[in-house]
């Protein structure tokens, strides 16, 4: 059983246009979500969270929205590099003490 | 700062013998680190939680004494895979929680390393 869903295994997006992740969750008790972008044959890297008394958190380019009632998050690059070009994983926790269960991952290509 | 290390960073063993993961938190302790294990074009999947000075959390399904894990101190956590087999060839990779109480949702991963088993 997934709790974490990441529905689209693939993204493309043209350089400076808007990249938009979505992730969609199914446990009720996660309170905390975070986002990785992952190049192949390396460690995930953290890039930006949300805690679940929020609805919005802004990083520079980096945008998390999370719908609590859709229990739907996404994350929005703006504009999209082709640095950006990556894996990028959702995850989510319950708790302090709960760990990270994380989806399986959208691969995003940035398009010069 | 929060930089994680793993060591090495790929090796290729023969079927039957031990290999040992080193994962080391670099500029802080950790109380507790993860392992997890990624597949090709599959998610990180976690095979068990490390605490300093207790014996480690094994997810359903993985073998406690396959995947040997030992964390000797706040910054040292390793993974011995024992007696391997080609079926255990993946991508393992470490995650350490700054603090000694920290949130566990708020971890730092280490490069990985690629176990290639022959």
């Known amino acids: 059983d997934q709790q974490v869903k990441q529905n689209s295994p693939s993204l493309s997006v043209q350089e400076g246009r808007i990249s938009i992740l979505n992730c969609d969750y199914t446990n009720s008790m996660f309170d905390y979500f975070l986002w990785y972008k992952k190049y192949p044959a390396e460690g995930p890297t953290f890039l930006i969270s949300i805690s679940s008394i929020k609805d919005k958190n802004e990083d520079g380019r980096f945008t998390v929205f999370l719908n609590k009632s859709a229990k739907h998050l996404s994350l929005h690059i703006v504009p999209s590099q082709p640095g950006d070009s990556a894996v990028y994983f959702c995850?989510?926790?319950?708790?302090?003490?709960?760990?990270?269960?994380f989806g399986k991952g959208t691969k995003l290509s940035v398009k010069p | 700062g929060a930089v994680v290390s793993q060591h090495p960073s790929w090796v290729i063993c023969k079927s039957g013998t031990s290999v040992k993961i080193e994962c080391r938190s670099l500029d802080f302790q950790a109380t507790t680190m993860f392992w997890y294990r990624q597949f090709p074009k599959q998610s990180l999947m976690l095979m068990a939680t490390?605490?300093?000075?207790?014996?480690?959390?094994?997810e359903q399904g993985v073998e406690k004494d396959k995947f040997l894990i030992n964390h000797a101190s706040l910054t040292l956590s390793t993974l011995t895979v024992t007696s391997a087999h080609p079926e255990d060839s993946s991508f393992y990779i470490c995650?350490?929680?700054?603090?000694?109480?920290?949130?566990?949702?708020?971890?730092?991963f280490g490069p990985g390393t690629r176990l290639t088993v022959t």
């Open positions: 995850a989510a926790s319950a708790g302090s003490q709960g760990n990270l269960i």
């Open positions: 995650s350490a929680v700054p603090g000694l109480a920290g949130r566990l949702g708020e971890q730092y």
């Open positions: 490390s605490n300093e000075g207790s014996k480690a959390t094994y």
